[in-house]
Structures are given as structure tokens and as C-alpha cells.
């Protein structure tokens, strides 16, 4: 994947992965310095479980995400291990596991493995082994799309250390299979494209019907994007999400058959759901509602931002929230009231949860230079009702995966 261009990491960045090196000398012992990458989180601002519908979406890359570094070594051993818990996994590259050890490590190995197939279709044994270091600054399991970032990171420090040559495209789907038939994740492509084709300052429009990529700019001097982290674990969030996938599945046998032409639920009209509506199942019902509507939202923040109109934008955030709370029933009580809170603070023009929910985080859309008062709104309200504190962050764009030399 290429470097992005004119793209120069802050000295902070850079005393990041100098530190991550150390505690990697720290876990793998001393011998030649690591090569070293980051690989971004996202936020999706508009598009709300549209992706493996059919329909667009626009997310960014944030400058919170995945730390790696990597050495090679001289067997055939892959030694990855996580600066957060400590445990080094050891994978003979020669017999690569079939099946899911369930844990953090099923993310980088579900990469390996589609690489490793990759290979085999062209001839060529995997190159040698690797001792790897995990870790960064973008909160796990939060909706900010942690897997796919360790997941695009791999493929790209794995492209670099081995040699591979694959074009950003070819990353990119090979991540996104790994988490979908590996890991067992029945995700669309929303994630890992966000994440690897990633522009700074930009939002991403992905139509994930014919996976076109338009970049829109978003203009930094007005507007910032507030992460709110509830700190409710997505416990639920796996399982509940491969369901809300076979539902919309569901929805869509049904309803093509009054729709010709159709591909995806992303094609049903309104009207056709609306006649249809008596004889399906109310949740399915539900499912397509919020589908259909969430996809003309869309396309219409896409107008908002182009017209440099943040207020109508937030108004469309504010309705998707409330129709993933009503319809799609992904929200919580935590999510909810930090979105209701933001729509008290004047400095804030609209708010929703991120990711897949079920917990995690909620992005807010805030007028530039009213952040503080916009954090202090939130956290005071969501003090005052839950007795903690939540996690109230600016998070800035972000140009991509990359390899970072030290300074």
C-alpha cells in the first residue's frame, strides 16, 4: 500500500511508536530494530448499517489507531503478541491453524491465512517467520473499528516485511476476508476500505452496491468531530450484528419479489415495503424501514456537506440515531443520552452512535472552537445520570496505514 503523500507524522506520533518499539524489544528480546506501522480507526458519520446493504456510506479515518512492529526472523515461526495483555502466540507457518483460537490473535492470523492462500494460488510458499508487537491508542471494542484496523495494518506490514507487492485494493479485500471467513464476522466493506483507502480531511463516499470511492471534503476550519466513549462493553455485539445481517437477508427475499431488479435491500422503494408491510414479520418490517430510509438520509448529508450546511447534517445524524434506536434496535441507554445531551449544546449540530452499537461510542458533529464546552456538557449529563464519567475526545483525520520511521 502506498505511503500517504505529504503526510508528516507529529512528534507525538513518533514518541508513540518510539515507546511501542521499546516494549517491543521488551516482549521479544533485542536484535535488530523493528520496522514499524500504524494503521488507523474510523468513525462513520453517515450510513448506519448500510454497508452489507447495498447502500452508501461516509466514514473517515481517524488519528487514533493500531501500533505494529515487526522483525523477521531466520525459522518459520510468527510470534505475535499484544502490548495490552502480554501473551506471545506462536504459529508455525507451515501449519497454519483451521480453526479460531478465539481470541485478539484471530484478526492478524485470519490474515495470514487468506496471504497464505493468496500464495499457494500463485505457486509461492509463505516467505519466513516473524516476531510481531500489537498495540495503539484506539479503544478496543468501541465501534471505532479496532479489527479492521489490525486487520488492514496486517496486510500492510505483512506486504512490506515479505515482500508481496499487492496494490492497496488487493489489502483491503484480503483483510476484509479474513474477519468475514476466519474471524466469522458477516461485516460489509465499509470498515476496512475506510481504513485503507483513507484520505485526511476528507470524508469517504463508498457506495458498497458497486464499491465506487469519492473523497469529500470536509472543512477543518468549521467543523470537528467528538468522540464520546460510554465505556459499555459491546457484549452483544457479534452475535446481534451477524442477526440484524440474516434479518435484512430476511427482509430482502421477501420484499424482491414485488421489486424486479432488485439486488439489495438498498433497492427496495418505500412504497413496496409499505404494501408489503402487513404480511411480514414486524422486525423485518423494521430492518427494511430503517434501511430504505437511512439510505435517502444519506444521499442527502452527502448534499448538506457539499453545500457546507453542518445543521442540516446534524439533523440527518439525529434521525439516524433515533431510527437505530427505534427500528434497528442497536442503541442503549448510555448512547441515547449523550446523542439527547449533544442536542442541548449550542456548539454541537448533531449526534449518533458509531459502529455497529450495542454500545461504545457516539460522534458528534461540533462547531470548530466550541469542543470544551461541548465535552464538559456531556460529561456532566452523563455523570449525572450514570455516575461516571465518559471518555470525550477531538479525534482529527488520519491519510492511512503506513510504515513511520522513527525521527
Known sequence: METPDRHTDSPARLEQMAAHATRF?????????PRLFFSPGRVNLF??????????????AIDRGTFIASRSRSDRLLRM???????VVEIDLDQLPAARVSKWVDYPLGVVIELATHLEDSGVALPGGLDVLYGGDLPIGSGLSSSASICVGTAVMLNSLWGLGLGKMDLVRVALRAERQFVGVHCGIMDPYAIGCARAGHLLWLDCKDETIEYLPMDGDRLSILVTNTGVQRALAAS????????????????????????????????????????????????????IHEVRRTFEAREHLLAGNPELMGECMNQTHESLR????????????????????????????TGAGFGGCTVTLVRRGDEHEVQAS??????????????????????????????
Open 240 to 291: 446481534e450484528f451477524n442477526r440484524r445481517v440474516d434479518e435484512c437477508a430476511q427482509a430482502f427475499d421477501i420484499l424482491r419479489l414485488a421489486s424486479p431488479g432488485a439486488v439489495c435491500l438498498r433497492d427496495i422503494p418505500l412504497d413496496v415495503l409499505e404494501s408489503e408491510r402487513g404480511s411480514m414479520d414486524p422486525v423485518l418490517a423494521n430492518r427494511a424501514e430503517h434501511v
Open 326 to 353: 427505534s427500528l434497528y434496535e442497536v442503541s442503549c441507554p448510555e448512547l441515547d443520552l449523550l446523542v439527547e445531551a449533544a442536542g442541548h449544546c449550542p456548539g454541537a449540530f448533531g449526534a449518533r452512535l
Open 81 to 87: 503478541a499484544s502490548a495490552f495483555d502480554h501473551q
Open 378 to 407: 456531556l460529561e456532566a449529563r452523563f455523570e449525572g445520570e450514570f455516575g461516571r464519567c465518559p471518555q470525550v475526545e477531538v479525534y482529527e483525520g488520519d491519510p492511512g496505514p503506513r510504515e513511520i520511521t522513527p525521527a
Open 25 to 33: 524489544v521488551e516482549c521479544h528480546g533485542p536484535g535488530q530494530a
Open 47 to 60: 450510513g448506519g448499517h448500510l454497508d452489507y446493504n447495498g447502500g452508501p456510506v461516509m466514514p473517515t
